[in-house]
């Protein structure tokens, strides 16, 4: 099931590819796009991002566990995450739709208890993290280069929903303890961009996104993205960069906590279709 996106992501490069015609013009970030424009242009991104790192703690009902994996035990149980944007912008103002997905399964260890009732227990952890934000955007930067390439900055924000579910297993020679619990809230987001025109087909863009500030358990949670963009047909452009995410939510207390608590870096690969 965790493989599809791999081989999806395959597919469309493949398919994409095969379709580029020698020649064929270049297809620029719709926020460039958009600059003199009175109709709306828009972009559908899909990528995906394969952490080199995670880092963190799992808790449900009271009890955690430690998540520790490199990339070799992500790539082994295919953990990844999945992610889509819808972008469209007119003129200096934009609408934007983020949907992620994030699954990991990861084992390790823990101790129950404490004092003389403590037990040291393998532990299993199942976790899915998904998301949708839905955002305004507004470009307040718009110039370019001493050599006439472009460049844009942009301001968004909005709201997000979040969905965490995680699963513990605890297993030893005092018995087996499974626990499970799913959490559901609603949070501000706010981010900036920025963005410049290397060549016709090269774009170069980095950009940082906060949510939660508090509410509803979510301390922070914020990433950072640095990615290029080649254009290899009028509509098509592939997407290769580096990001950077963190969580720190936390509710409830004592038998009834629960809180994914992680921070994760590694590469990602895309897609971006330009529809006009």
């Not at 900036?192 to 980095?206: K, L, Y």
Request: proline share 3%.
């Amino acid at each position: 099931m965790f493989l599809r996106p791999w081989l999806w992501l395959g597919y469309a490069l493949a398919a994409l590819i095969s379709c580029v015609a020698p020649g064929s013009l270049h297809a620029e970030p719709a926020v460039l796009r958009a600059q003199g424009q009175d109709a709306w242009t828009t972009d559908l991104t899909w990528w995906v991002f394969t952490p080199l790192s995670t880092t963190g703690t799992s808790t449900v009902d009271g009890q955690s566990a430690d998540i520790d994996m490199d990339l070799g035990e992500a790539l082994e149980v295919l953990y990844f995450t999945s992610s889509l944007r819808l972008e469209a912008w007119r003129g200096d103002i934009g609408l934007l739709l983020d949907a992620s997905y994030l699954s990991l399964s990861e084992e390790g260890g823990t101790t129950l208890g404490g004092g003389p009732f403590a037990r040291d227990l393998d532990a299993e952890i199942e976790a899915q993290q998904s998301w949708v934000s839905l955002m305004a955007g507004y470009r307040f930067l718009r110039s370019q280069t001493t050599s006439g390439n472009e460049i844009a900055a942009d301001l968004h924000g909005g709201l997000r929903y979040n969905r965490i579910h995680q699963s513990l297993e605890f297993t030893g020679s005092g018995g087996d303890v499974d626990l499970g619990g799913t959490k559901t809230w609603w949070e501000p987001v706010v981010g900036a961009r920025g963005m410049v025109e290397i060549n016709p087909n090269w774009t170069f863009a980095a950009g940082a996104d906060f949510a939660g500030f508090g509410v509803d358990g979510n301390d922070l949670a914020w990433s950072a993205t640095a990615a290029f963009d080649w254009s290899f047909s009028e509509r098509a452009s592939l997407k290769l960069g580096y990001r950077y995410y963190s969580i720190d939510y936390e509710t409830g207390s004592g038998s009834d906590a629960f809180g994914w608590d992680i921070e994760q870096h590694g590469p990602l690969i895309g897609l971006t279709y330009a529809f006009k």
